[in-house]
């Protein structure tokens, strides 16, 4: 642990309360503390910050940059403070002040910078590199707001502004002076160098300007900061001073409000070609900006650009990303003067490229028309890397059909073309990786199986991992002090050593408090359920959790039909359905995805029902919890009893929750999809819940399926399925749920819900009837803490730098302690 001098902490405190805020402590609002907190730890984290660089340069290290559309970073406040090792100095010095710095965390805003599983990734991974003194570094966009703040109103999803107040941020550093022009528009003439080869000129581009931004990444220890750089967009100029004093002033200051809507919001919506015009250029603007800033860095030590893949290595998490193939090409091309074979070779050299999906309709494309549009050069590389790539397989593979080349051409035919992000970024690429074993299979074996067979060298696995410090440290302190106490520090830094807790699994006494750890948490989630959505549950029933992205595939619907037969069990055949039940959901729906929106009016509509039935919610509680954020996982998390993990197998790439939920104590109930087949080699048979069709048999399924036949077998879920088309849970909205119904008798229902009914529902009875049992639920529960060592971003992080990137710890093993 770095040395840490709190007297300039606390200088810097009162500092900042004095002579930035300009007022003494006793009329300070919540928020000024929070900022004058942040500003001392700030302080120290740059100093770090400028030791980390030093030592990096003294070693020429070879740096790996994280390129991503979100990094979902969460509170930084707390986190900051327990990777440094001075949270608990501070909450006594803070006490001294009259402050209580638990509350006054609360105060912080979660960043608006991501959405989901995807973001949530990136920071842990910024997280991991940091924390092993690895060069690691993320970039991203510094949006104003956030994907939405999701607002409940009579059951119904209503999307509000999510503003993230970044320009007032404590923690993000504004770089000024630093800046990066961008060319954007135009067209391309076709002209002769003075060699007379062809050399095409860009002209009649417009200008955007991306300023970057900075916010410190700390790592456990405290021995190296690194850095998540975000750009902002500008205009290059304020507003046209000519037309303003002509007296139009709206039309003067369009092209700046123009330029700066680029980093306005997350994902605008691309229902219209406006919004998906928008959306290419966050993409092109995000790349851009990342490229010139690396090479920036590249040039300071380094000119000659043979070696610069053994220098800098690149990251694209996702397809959004993928326009970095044909930026670096145009800079080394166009800018650097490179040959197109050489400059090739280290884009491909430099270039490694995630894939985090299955689903058809996620897997980007971009309209040929709208390129030109927007990047026409761009256009231009990426048609000369397919023509180039066509050749290349035809030459090795004299026997390929037409078809074959079409499935793996960048360019889609038929109808409008079609540029296919995924295979510009497979192509560009000298790594493709999987988050999951059996999804990294199905990429190789389903989704791009051409591409597999040309370079199968190429294609390798990276299961995705969570850091223990956020995720365990931060948001369960309770059962991480246990841990400490019991094993010691290291596990934190070294989450593989949490398997020592298993030799505790027949004690009693540490049973009886991990047993506490968890009680305890349940009674805060529901205080917060009080004071949130006004209900009150019980902490001694089951807290049966699913929280995550609403969506078809996720199968909250499949949930949302067995508390539908328990309710009726309860309320039709007056039985006893064992231990309490509290279902607990939290997850946005797409602005357009109206189906995911119609889940969460269910949900609602069935929560009205069995929460305000005396008979009915003594055993039995629905609770949705709005705005799904980081913040809320972090009381979500630690108090579930179940964790819900019921997607369609072979539709869930990996998932993360899954592993944050098992290394806080919860049991899974799941499919074999994604990474839970690799959690269930892991905490065993006897410590999961697993049940449904496997990938296999979900793929032999689908082409038969028949949804009529599975009512026919199963009484209980007919009954479900004509309460649902009933109108018994709307009756004052008649038909509303009738689109569902449709959906699960189709036999175009990918998802399969009704195939999968009954081994969904005898998985939850064995949960019951096990919960019943305190020391054996107690026990299960250890071992899912204890046998998921290997789901920490640590161990991701350590397989992508030696196997990807190839960079190293900077701080030798021995000087780590």
């Known amino acids: 642990m770095a040395y840490f001098d709190f007297t300039s902490f606390e200088v810097s405190f009162h500092q900042y309360i004095k002579y930035i805020l300009g007022k003494p402590l006793a009329e300070t609002t919540k928020k000024d503390q929070l900022n004058a907190v942040s500003y001392g730890v700030g302080k120290y984290l740059m100093d770090i910050n400028f030791e980390t660089q030093e030592r990096y340069a003294k070693n020429d290290a070879k740096k790996v940059y994280y390129l991503s559309m979100e990094f979902l970073i969460g ?87 999510d503003y993230w107040p970044n320009r007032s941020s404590p923690w993000l550093i504004r770089r000024s002076g630093e800046q990066y022009m961008l060319p954007i528009y135009g067209k391309i003439e076709d002209t002769l160098d003075w060699k007379g080869e062809y050399n095409p000129m860009w002209t009649n581009w417009k200008l955007f300007i991306g300023r970057p931004h900075d916010i410190l990444v700390s790592g456990h220890g405290g021995r190296t900061v690194n850095r998540l750089r975000l750009f902002s967009a500008a205009a290059s100029e304020d507003f046209d001073i000519n037309i303003f004093n002509d007296g139009d002033y709206i039309k003067a200051v369009e092209r700046k409000i123009r330029s700066e809507s680029v980093t306005k919001i997350l994902y605008p919506s691309d ?53 970095a193939v044909a930026e670096l090409m145009r800079i080394l091309v166009d800018e650097k003067g490179l040959e197109w074979e050489s400059a090739w070779k280290i884009t491909v050299k430099t270039l490694a490229f995630t894939n985090h999906t299955l689903l058809p309709e996620a897997l980007e494309t971009w309209p040929v028309s709208l390129l030109k549009k927007v990047v026409p050069r761009h256009l231009q590389i990426i048609f000369e890397i ?129 047993r506490e750890v968890k009680q305890t948490n349940k009674k805060a989630l529901a205080a917060y359920i009080k004071d949130t959505v006004f209900e009150t549950v019980d902490p001694e029933s089951i807290f049966d959790i699913q929280a995550k992205r609403i969506h078809e595939y996720k199968r909250q619907l499949l949930n949302v039909l067995h508390i539908i037969h328990l309710y009726l069990s309860i309320k039709e055949d007056k039985k006893d359905i064992g231990a309490a039940r509290t279902f607990i959901f939290a997850g946005k729906a797409a602005p357009g995805y109206h189906v995911a929106k119609l889940i969460i009016k269910l949900i609602h509509n069935l929560a009205k029902v069995i929460n305000q039935d005396p008979q009915v919610n003594k055993q039995l509680k629905i609770i949705f919890l709005p705005d799904y954020r980081v913040s809320l996982a972090e009381r979500l998390i630690p108090a579930a009893d179940v964790s819900e993990q019921i997607s369609t197998a072979g539709m869930e790439a990996s998932g993360t929750g899954n592993m944050k939920f098992a290394m806080n104590g919860a049991l899974t109930i799941g499919t074999m999809d994604g990474a839970n087949i690799e959690i269930y080699e892991q905490v065993g048979k006897d410590n999961m819940y697993i049940f449904g069709l496997t990938v296999e048999e979900v793929e032999q399924l689908r082409p038969r399926y028949l949804p ?87 161990r991701t992080i350590k397989a992508y730098a030696g196997e990807i990137w190839k960079i190293k710890s900077q701080i030798q093993e021995q000087d780590r302690w």
């Open 708 to 794: 009529r036949e599975y009512l026919e077998k199963d009484e209980r879920l007919r009954r479900i399925i004509y309460a649902l088309r009933s109108d018994r849970f709307s009756q004052s909205e008649p038909g509303l749920f009738r689109s569902l119904y449709n959906l699960l008798m189709s036999p175009t229902d990918i998802y399969l819900h009704l195939a999968d009914f009954s081994t969904y529902t005898a998985a939850q009875k064995a949960i019951g009837k096990d919960f019943q049992d305190a020391t054996k639920w107690s026990t299960k529960a250890l071992m899912n803490t204890a046998r998921t060592g290997t789901f920490s971003s640590d």
């Open 386 to 514: 397919n023509q180039r790539f066509i050749a290349s397989v035809k030459t090795r593979f004299p026997a390929s059909t037409d078809e074959m080349i079409a499935r793996m051409s960048i360019v889609q035919e038929g109808g409008e073309q079609q540029v296919r992000m995924a295979n510009l970024a497979i192509i560009g690429s000298h790594s493709v990786n999987g988050v999951a074993r059996v999804h990294s299979d199905l990429v190789k074996t389903r989704l791009v199986p051409e591409f597999y067979s040309l370079w199968p060298e190429k294609f390798n696995n990276k299961t995705n991992g969570v850091t223990p410090r956020r995720w365990m440290v931060a948001c369960n302190p309770e059962l991480a002090k246990l841990i400490t106490d019991t094993i010691g520090r290291r596990w934190i830094a070294d989450l593989e050593l949490i398997w020592e807790l298993e030799a505790f699994q027949d004690d009693p006494g540490f049973l009886d408090r991990f």
């Open 271 to 323: 229902a219209k070609d406006v919004g998906k015009e928008l959306r290419l250029i966050q993409e092109y603007f995000l790349v851009a900006c990342a490229i010139r800033d690396i090479i920036r860095s590249y040039e300071i030590r380094h000119k000659n650009y043979e070696s610069f893949h053994e220098r800098v290595a690149i990251q694209l998490n996702d397809t959004h990303p993928a326009l």
């Open 75 to 161: 509170r930084l406040l707390s986190n900051n403070l327990l990777n440094l090792g001075i949270y608990d100095a501070c909450a006594r010095f803070l006490k001294k002040q009259g402050i209580n710095l638990e509350k006054l965390v609360e105060e912080e805003q979660d960043p608006a910078l991501g959405n989901g599983g995807l973001g949530r990734l990136a920071a842990c991974f910024l997280d991991s590199m940091a924390s092993l003194d690895m060069p690691g570094f993320g970039y991203g966009i510094n949006y104003d707001y956030g994907l939405f703040h999701q607002v409940i109103t009579n059951g119904y999803q209503r999307e509000k502004p």
